[in-house]
């Protein structure tokens, strides 16, 4: 009798040996699950945990052009107090870059434009997003999804949020504007600039690798929300 229970602690003991080993692995899986991405900027850092799940094809493309080095080098040329603050393709000298194809809009996958929440910036097209995005400083809610009637009620699709760094964008936000480049106006000066990008857990990227194809629409005029209207 002792020896068969001997027997059958040494077939139990590895078996509860690895269940405890693996204990510590869920903490890295729900890591995974919500990545997040460190934006280096010239201000601070800002970082955002982005939500796969909700939005995978915004996620996807917002990682593809961080990996890419992509948002190395660009500008947040559009600031309004109050309002939103915008980046991700123009260079220090507000000369637009070469993006991948646009995206489909998921602007209806139910999450709000709150405060600290990140969107995929866009033409009239609700699906001509590409490498832009924006920092909502306030409850934006009439960006929200509202149906599929026109580009007007679609919204803007929300894709992360600011966890860490939020004083950076409000930083960024009460900047003094002009017009300069291309734009007539609402461009921080002076320009802050993200020197780099990474999504943590990653080597960040060494060069910047060319996109597959441009942009379905000219930048100047595409990849914006609505301006802010008074009231």
Known sequence: MTR????????????ALLAQAAKPAAPAAATAAHPEVVLHTTQGDITIELYPDKAPKSVANFLQYVRDGFYSGTVFHRAILGYLVQGGLYTRDLQAKRTRAAIPSEADNGLSNLRGTVAVARGADPNSGTSQFF???VDNRRLDFVGNQSGLTWGYAVFGKVVKGMDVVDKIAALPTRGMGPFAGDVPN??????????????????????AAPAAEKPAKADKPAAKTKG
Request: net charge negative.
């Open 135 to 137: 920092f909502n400083l």
């Open 4 to 15: 068969l229970l001997l027997a059958t602690l040494l077939l139990i003991s590895p078996f």
């Open 190 to 211: 002076p320009l802050i600039a993200i020197d780099s990008a990474n999504v943590v857990g990653e080597e960040p990227p060494a060069t910047e690798n060319a996109p």
